[in-house]
């Protein structure tokens, strides 16, 4: 166990060196302050390869243990975009979209993903065992709930005794953390896709207000599949702004400890 656990406690010596790039600041604050929840758009399409290169951009972003618990559905086809928009209440983000992106939260990838993870890096010849370790050995742990999420009360006794004597991981320990788990990951993702449409000079709508259920069906998704949120994508009309962007005063958020 103790080579398992060196990924937590060590720094890790996998002969990888990659450089920071150059960045520009004002460009990443102008795309995120320009970012806006746009209800209305016109009728300018999105290029093709312009939306392929924000869902690329997306699936770039941070998720728990590069488990990738996420799925994005492009919904082009023309009867399924209308229906879809009506299951969004038919919302005008929705009506108006030239593109409509259902993201979803899979609670059920992970053994898949893991295996992929642990193949890809078996076959790099300096990668310490620890990282192999951690995948072998720690994510089974982590992750697996066992038949019917009966492990997971199990899980919550034996990590609750541990952590009273050292700091210790507490979940995720039943289904309810597994959601939990899985939109955190796909939330960030969404987050990406988002600002990469921004830097592209377009638009979106980050949608709850869904029949996740019919969502699902006309997705034919299943059961541990969950619907995050629809993001409708265009570009802004000009009623398509609500109003000035509010804001509460950052002391009830930002706090110096």
């Not at 941070?62 to 488990?67: D, E, K």
């Not at 300096?126 to 709930?145: E, H, N």
Request: net charge positive; proline share 6%.
């Amino acid at each position: 166990m103790s080579t398992t656990t060196e990924i937590f406690t060590k720094v890790l010596d996998t002969g990888y060196v990659e450089p920071a790039i150059e960045t520009d600041a004002a460009a990443f604050e102008d795309v995120v302050r320009s970012r806006r929840t746009v209800r209305v758009f016109n009728d300018e399409t999105i290029p093709e390869d312009v939306m392929r290169r924000c869902l690329d951009l997306a699936l770039l972003a941070p998720n728990s243990s590069n488990l990738q618990p996420w799925e994005f559905y492009w919904v082009r086809d023309e009867p399924k975009k209308s229906t879809l928009a009506d299951f969004c209440l038919g919302q005008p983000a929705a009506k108006t979209a030239r593109e409509l992106v259902v993201c979803v939260a899979r609670l059920d990838t992970w053994k898949r993903n893991r295996t992929i993870m642990l193949e890809q890096l078996e076959s790099d010849q300096v990668m310490p065992a620890a990282a192999i370790s951690y995948y072998r050995k720690l994510v089974p742990l982590a992750y697996g709930q066992g038949p019917f999420y009966l492990l997971g009360p199990v899980k919550k006794v034996l990590v609750a005794l541990a952590g009273l004597f050292k700091p210790t991981p507490r979940g995720p320990a039943s289904y309810a953390d597994m959601r939990v788990w899985a939109h955190k990951s796909t939330a960030l993702a969404c987050e990406n896709l988002m600002l990469a449409l921004r830097a592209y000079g377009f638009d979106s709508c980050p949608m709850e207000g869904i029949d996740e259920s019919r969502v699902k069906q006309l997705l034919n998704l299943p059961r541990r599949a969950e619907v995050c949120m629809v993001i409708s994508a265009g570009k802004r009309a000009p009623n398509g702004v609500y109003g000035k962007q509010l804001r509460f005063d950052k002391s009830m958020f930002v706090f110096e400890v």
